[in-house]
């Protein structure tokens, strides 16, 4: 069951807060440094260094999968050597990606070794993101305790977007005023910035106790990891296929719809507060997941822009909270020792669906055309609110250890 709360007094949330967010600053700065590549290196790779599509691609999707491949051990670790020296690795990790994007640059007329650079500098940043987001996470909990879960994966989220927000068109000012060498330049002075920083402040005791077998962590997960999965799917095939879903009906806007998406989701996540703690996650998750299934749908059925643009707010509304009100029940049925591995493996489950999004919107929109994705999608947060409810009501994996 969940545990509820009363509501909180205004000087108490603020002091709450104040504690989490210095320790999702670290997420912060690190999704800045993912940001600052994302609109530029699909350019570079293809216009400078001369690849095609496919390695365009690659290039872009291999810190994504470094992130996959990584997210459940960089939990694990974090239960074991701590959050800050956790976050700390992953900051060195990052900085040295920097000093490799740089290296691309030097020797772009040689473009073999170049993209070879470029591909071990994705990778690192994969590390770095897997290695400082979840220990961030783990961090904030160890500040302010269990009861306020809820509040630090939120602003792990908050930083999270506003990092990628923040470092996109950031990325895209740098390189035209300056190079491409100058978004190196820039990872690595904030992967040595967010290091000192992380480096002055005093690591948060470290949660004792016994540790549950790994295997043990996945089963009580992977029916919450199943959850967000489906949830995001609709997240993901929006963003990835919304821009060519606009021009099949030939409308503009598509980046406004990227916009109102990611605004309406910032926004609940600032003003949802006590939500979570006051009604629970399972209640806060059912009822998300189904305002991001009507955002879906709208999108599949708007007739124009402007309903579209609306179905975008909502499926940005919906999806705010899937993540942090699911997360909250998986942290309550781990052992504290090993909070950290769930948060990694509970993460894991949301990198693999953006991994999945694309290709199967993909084969969806070829057969049935781009607004059955969105149709599709929204079957899928049913189909999530469903095992929501199902979990709520007493699967034995639901139940807390």
Sequence with gaps: MSTHVHPESPQSVLKVTLRIVPCVLFTFFCYLMVGLQLAVLPGYVHDVLGYGPVMTGLAVSMQSIA????????????DT??????????????????????????????????????????????????????????????????AHT??????????????????????????????????????????????????SRPAPPMQHGARMAYRSVVARVLPFGGGLCLGTLGMGMLTIFVTLYYASHHWEGAASALTVFGCALILVRLISGNWIPRFGG??????????????????????????????????????????????????????????????????????????????????????????????????????????VEAMRRGLPSARPA
């Design 67 to 78: 992130t996959l491949i990584t997210r459940a051990p960089a939990g694990k670790l974090s």
């Design 282 to 387: 399972f209640k806060v998750a059912a009822g998300s997941l189904l305002v991001e299934a009507l955002g879906l749908a709208l999108l599949w059925l708007a007739p124009n822009p402007e309903l579209a643009l609306a179905g975008a707010a909502l499926t940005g509304m919906g999806f705010s909270l899937v993540f942090p009100s699911l997360g909250v029940e998986v942290v309550t049925r781990v052992s504290p020792g090993s909070r950290g591995a769930a948060i990694g493996v509970f993460s894991v489950f949301f990198d693999v669906a953006l991994a999945v999004a694309g290709p199967l919107a993909g084969y969806i929109s070829t057969n049935h055309g781009y607004a059955a994705i969105y149709l599709v999608a929204a079957c899928g947060c049913l189909v999530a609110v469903v095992l």
């Design 81 to 146: 050597i701590g959050p800050k020296r956790s976050v700390m690795r992953g900051q060195v990790v990052g900085a040295a990606s920097g000093v490799l994007l740089l290296m691309a640059y030097a020797f772009e007329r040689s473009p073999a070794f170049s993209l070879g650079a470029l591909l071990v500098s994705r990778c690192m940043l994969g590390l770095c993101e897997s290695q400082v987001s979840n220990s961030g996470i783990t961090w904030g909990l160890l500040q302010v305790g269990n």
């Design 150 to 199: 809820a509040r630090v994966i939120s602003w792990n989220g908050v930083a999270t977007y506003g990092g990628l927000a923040l470092g996109a068109p950031l990325g895209v000012l740098v390189a035209g005023d300056l190079s491409f060498g100058a978004i190196g330049a820039a990872v690595l002075v904030l992967g040595l910035l967010s290091l000192a920083i992380s480096w």
